[in-house]
């Protein structure tokens, strides 16, 4: 038997950068830091817009901040997809830690357009990055 009650949700999260929401993307993976017990870490992956030229495509990236009760504090981005692609649709990702601390971050190839980029060693699209603690 299916049960109709919904799981209460806790107070939103703020402090997150501005995310390019649409289609297929959006916020995509949320990781907690192997040690967030004691540093407090939160890492995310989320589609964002050119800060500096807005139509110049959009990317996805990885940021990291500390959660201090429902707010994430001096948030830094530290990876961002190149090139950036003007693209809402194939926008998955994940974030998995390893049990020696990196984080493997995977990327899609963000439109079908752009999917023989994956065979090439010369931009993220469609790859796996690694990135040291």
Not at 14 to 20: E, F, Y
Not at 24 to 31: E, I, K, N, R, T
Not at 86 to 107: E, I, K, N, Q, Y
Not at 112 to 118: T, V, Y
Request: a positive charge; aromatic letters at 6%; glycine letters at 10%.
């Amino acid at each position: 038997m299916w049960s109709t009650k919904t799981a209460a949700s806790g107070a939103p999260i703020t402090g997150l950068p501005a995310i390019s929401v649409g289609g297929q993307c959006g916020l995509l993976d949320v990781a907690i830091d192997p040690r967030f017990a004691d540093n407090g870490i939160v890492l995310f992956q989320l589609r964002r817009t050119g800060q500096l030229q807005p139509d110049s495509g959009n990317s996805t990236a990885v940021a990291r901040g500390k959660l201090a009760g429902n707010a994430l504090t001096d948030v830094r981005t530290i990876f961002v997809q190149r090139p950036k692609v003007s693209s809402s649709a194939h926008c998955g990702g994940r974030l998995v830690f390893a049990r020696d601390g990196r984080l493997f971050v995977t990327l899609s190839a963000s439109a079908f357009s752009r999917k023989e980029d994956a065979q090439t060693l010369d931009n993220h699209l469609g790859k796996i990055v690694r990135i040291e603690p």
